[in-house]
C-alpha cells in the first residue's frame, strides 16, 4: 500500500508581510517579512525563545499578529482561518497523545475530528507510511519518545494536508529516531507537501532544509539556503596545544587574511576562518609555527552562525 500526497497548485505557500507579535508589552515577532516555497522544506532556525513557536503559530491562525498581514496558500489569516485549518497539519511540541489508548484509537479519534474519508483505510496509509504499522495496536503510553513523535506525525497527515507544520521534529528522541523522522519529512517533501520546521539545532536545518529563516529575539537575521548560511559563518579550526603554545599559534596567524577570530579553549585553540579560506592553508602556517597535539576542522555552530550574522550585513 502507497501514499500519495496531491501538492497544492497555487501561489507560495505562506508569506508574512511586516508581521509583528506582542504579548503585553513584550514583542514576540518584530516586523518579521518571510516567504515560505510551495513544496519544499522551510526551516525556522533559533534558540529557545527566539520567536519560531509564535511564528508557527501564526501560519494557523492561532496567534493573531500585532500589525502585518500573514498569507497561507494566497488566502488572508485570519478571515479564513477556520477553512485553511483544513488544509494544514500541525504537530507542536508536546505530543498531546491519549496514553490509555492504542496508536490506531488515537488516530482514530483524530480522524473523526476532521471527518477524513475511510478512515481505516487512511490510518492503514500513515501507518505504514511512518513505518508504524506494527505499533498499531501498542497504547501510547508504552510507546519511546521517537515512537510518540512519529505517532503525531502521523496524525497530523490523517487529512492530507498541503501545508505541515512541525514545531521542533526530534525534540526528546534518539539519534536513531531523529534520522528515521528526517527520512519521513523528505518523503512528504517528495510527495509534493509543504513542510515548515522549526528547530534550534542548525545540523537538523542542514539536513532537511531548503531554505532556512533564522531568528533571534523576535528579529529575522536572514532567510537564505543552508549552504549559503554555512559558507557566511565559514569554518573553525580546532586545536590541541598547551597554553604557551598557542600564544605562538595565536602571534603567528595575527593579522592573517581569512581569519575571524581566534578563541582560546581547555584543549587549545578555536581559530574560526571565513568561507573562502582552505583551513589546510592555515593548519599549514600553525604547523610551521608550532607543534601540536591534534586539530580537527568541523563547520560553524548555531552560536557562531549567530555572531556571522550580526558581524555581516545581511
Known amino acids: 500500500m502507497s501514499t500519495r500526497i496531491q501538492p497544492f497548485k497555487g501561489a507560495d505557500a505562506v508569506h508574512f508581510d511586516a508581521v509583528t507579535c506582542q504579548i503585553g508589552t513584550r514583542t514576540i515577532l518584530d516586523r518579521i517579512s518571510l516567504t515560505m516555497k510551495r513544496g519544499a522544506i522551510t526551516g525556522v532556525l533559533g534558540p529557545n525563545g527566539a520567536g519560531k513557536t509564535t511564528l508557527l503559530s501564526s501560519i494557523t491562525g492561532l496567534r493573531r499578529p500585532s500589525a502585518g498581514t500573514i498569507t497561507v496558500f494566497n488566502e488572508n489569516l485570519p478571515e479564513r482561518s477556520n477553512k485553511l485549518r483544513q488544509r494544514i497539519g500541525v504537530v507542536f511540541q508536546e505530543t498531546a497523545l491519549y496514553d490509555e489508548l492504542t496508536t490506531f484509537e488515537n488516530l482514530s479519534f483524530a480522524a473523526s475530528l476532521y471527518t477524513v474519508a475511510r478512515p481505516k483505510d487512511r490510518i492503514a496509509e500513515v501507518l505504514e507510511l511512518l513505518s508504524l504499522s506494527d505499533r498499531t495496536h501498542e497504547r501510547a503510553r508504552n510507546l519511546s519518545g521517537g515512537l510518540r513523535r512519529r505517532v503525531a506525525i502521523a496524525r497530523a497527515l490523517l487529512h492530507a494536508p498541503d501545508l505541515l507544520i512541525i ?47 533564522v531568528l533571534r529575539t523576535g528579529q529575522l537575521l536572514t532567510c537564505e539556503t543552508p549552504d549559503k548560511l554555512v559558507a557566511r559563518a565559514g569554518s573553525c579550526l580546532d586545536v590541541e596545544c598547551e597554553e604557551q603554545t598557542g600564544e605562538t599559534i595565536t602571534q603567528a596567524l595575527t593579522g592573517q587574511h581569512g581569519i575571524l577570530r581566534i578563541a582560546q579553549t581547555p584543549s587549545g585553540l578555536s581559530i574560526f576562518l571565513n568561507g573562502k579560506i582552505v583551513p589546510d592553508e592555515i593548519m599549514r602556517m600553525v604547523l610551521q609555527s608550532a607543534t601540536v597535539s591534534g586539530f580537527r576542522v568541523r563547520g560553524a555552530d548555531l552560536a557562531e552562525v549567530f555572531r556571522s550574522l550580526e558581524e555581516v550585513p545581511s
Do not use: M, Q
Not at 520546521?197 to 545540523?203: A, C, G, P
Open 167 to 213: 514545531d521542533e521534529p526530534t525534540l526528546g528522541v534518539d539519534v536513531e529516531a531523529r534520522h528515521a523522522i528526517w527520512s519521513h519529512l523528505r518523503f512528504l517533501k517528495a510527495s509534493g507537501t509543504t513542510v515548515v520546521v522549526s528547530t534550534n539545532y542548525l545540523d537538523e536545518a542542514l539536513a532537511l532544509c531548503d531554505t532556512v529563516a
